[in-house]
């Protein structure tokens, strides 16, 4: 049968990775990735410098089509996925006019409670936004622009998410949809709509407001590719390039994520935990975010910020390799002989921790070691999800077992502490890369121009990985408990 070839790119934090998908057999046939750099600096600055996002694609493009063994010239849509919340500035002629600010960044953690104060605290901002502004968000990142560089501010012409400026590069065109937008902070998620009032509060001249994109629905295209960027990248000049998404949004897609009753955890730099709702799901819980989806719906989402660039971190420390690392995770034993760590190591979004730092808690002359040690970072992390997960469950959403998908879901001891952990069995899907992979679904849909054809392709090109099924085993999860309860206490004390 005829071949029907799209690509899926997903410009996450650590690096950008692509896929080919041949919708037709629903069959990944090549990957590529290429790696990122931080720019890390004094007050949780966190920000990446956006020629390298453009680098990274290329390359990254280019082995996959290579890995796929195909002719760029046949693919016929491609979709783009986003680490989501970064702010990307425009001058008028296009021109980027500064590092990109990232998610991760708590630089501006300062604006974020002075616009939360404008807002009306958590409550006035829930009733405002659906949703409570979190440092992190794009919000408070204009705010900080406008007080750090005037000069800049004065020039931007257009304010983008870092998935918007690449379509924007690859199509000239600025605009933005629903999901994504969902998670700038100056969005309604219940009417699905810019908050402008709140932008004129930023910035009185009105500037913000006229440098909004134009939203799209997530099956409307953005436009074609332009034949330059076509040619740099090697692909078919007549390419469809799709809405795209966060990388929270396309990874709900990678995974069939779109009904009700499927939960998605995310091991990426951030850890998430999100679910599909067919309806604002606002939660009176600050930290549970009722972000849109998109695929038409709504997407309630739990972020952790200290993942595997935690567990990275404590890695690097050590000079191990990935084997090295996971192999002492798996020689100490559950709790790791009484070491903790809160591995806060730049703010925390959940637990709500924005200006923490990390702590190891509970060392002595007998405990410490690589392993407990190792073992901790894994721990502390899977807590935070574990305490998302709890406000999810709190806010209804339920889930038989956990899709677990992003990098550390590639280790299975870490597979079996999420499983002991949350106490509920998970399973990776075939493709791990889900961000990239959903934004190759969602290209394949946005083409095809059926309105109603994203169910009957996330059945064909969402796999489930049966080998990696993995089940709570009691006497852990009973082992756990006591270990969680102290976590919580650690973090209560924190909050205080
Ligand atoms: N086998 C493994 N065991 C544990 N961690 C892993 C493994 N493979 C990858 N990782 C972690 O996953 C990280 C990348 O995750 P990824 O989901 O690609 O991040 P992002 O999308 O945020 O860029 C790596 O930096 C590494 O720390
Ligand atoms: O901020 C969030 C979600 O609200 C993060 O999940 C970012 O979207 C970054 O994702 P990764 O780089 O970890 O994939």
């Not at 901002?125 to 990142?141: D, N, Q």
């Not at 009904?259 to 730099?269: A, N, Q």
């Not at 060392?363 to 070691?369: G, H, Q, Y």
Request: charged share 15%; aromatic share 6%; proline share 5%.
């Amino acid at each position: 049968m005829k071949r029907k070839l799209y690509l899926g790119i997903d410009c996450g934090t650590q690096g950008t990775k692509a896929l080919v998908l041949d919708s037709v057999s629903g069959q990944v046939l090549g990957q590529g990735g290429a790696p990122h750099d931080l720019i890390s600096g004094a007050n949780g600055r966190r920000e990446q410098d956006t020629g390298q996002w453009l680098q990274a694609f290329t390359q990254a493009t280019h082995q996959a089509l290579q890995a796929a063994q195909v002719d760029g010239q046949a693919i016929l849509a491609l979709g783009v996925s986003g680490q989501q919340h970064g702010l990307v500035l425009l001058d008028e002629q296009g021109q980027v006019l500064r590092p990109a600010k990232l998610w991760c960044d708590t630089e501006s953690t300062p604006q974020n409670q002075q616009l939360l104060d404008y807002l009306g605290g958590e409550q006035g901002s829930l009733e405002r936004l659906g949703l409570v502004i979190a440092p992190g968000y794009t919000v408070s990142k204009l705010l900080w622009t406008r007080e750090h560089h005037p000069d800049l501010f004065a020039r931007i012409a257009h304010v983008l998410l870092p998935h918007d400026y690449l379509n924007y590069w690859l199509t000239g065109r600025a605009c933005a949809e629903y999901g994504d937008a969902s998670g700038s902070g100056y969005f309604d998620v219940r009417q699905r709509g810019w908050d402008l009032p709140l932008l004129q509060h930023i910035d009185p001249g009105g500037r913000l407001q006229k440098a909004l994109p134009e939203l799209i629905e997530a099956h409307q295209p953005v436009g074609q590719i332009r034949p330059e960027i076509a040619r740099q990248l090697g692909i078919n000049p007549q390419a469809v390039v799709a809405s795209g998404g966060g990388d929270n949004m396309m990874g709900a897609i990678g995974t069939g994520n779109i009904r009700p009753g499927v939960i998605t955890m995310s091991l990426g730099s951030s850890g998430t935990v999100y679910a599909y709702a067919d309806q604002p799901l606002i939660s009176p819980e600050a930290s549970v975010a009722a972000f849109c989806s998109s695929s038409g719906g709504w997407l309630p989402l739990i972020c952790t910020m200290n993942l595997t660039n935690a567990t990275g971190a404590v890695r690097e420390l050590f000079k191990l390799d990935l084997d090295e690392f996971n192999n002492l995770v798996t020689q100490a034993p559950i709790g790791a002989e009484g070491v903790s760590m809160l591995p806060f190591l730049n703010g925390e979004r959940v637990p709500a921790l924005p200006q923490a730092t990390g702590s190891l808690l509970g060392l002595s002359l007998t405990n410490l070691t690589q392993a407990n040690l190792c073992r901790a970072v894994v721990e502390g992390t899977t807590f935070g999800l574990r305490y998302g997960l709890d406000l999810l469950h709190g806010n209804g959403l339920q889930g038989e077992s956990i899709r677990l998908i992003g990098g550390g879901a590639k280790s299975p001891v870490w597979r079996q502490m999420v499983a002991d952990i949350m106490g509920t069995p998970v399973i990776c899907t075939e493709q791990s890369e889900a961000a990239a992979l959903g934004a190759a679904i969602q290209a394949a849909w946005c083409e095809s121009g059926t309105l109603h054809g994203l169910a009957e392709l996330c059945e064909r090109c969402v796999s489930l990985d049966r080998g990696s099924e993995t089940r709570p085993i009691p006497a852990h999860v009973s082992a756990y408990q006591p270990i969680y309860h102290r976590y919580r206490q650690q973090v209560a004390a924190l909050q205080e």
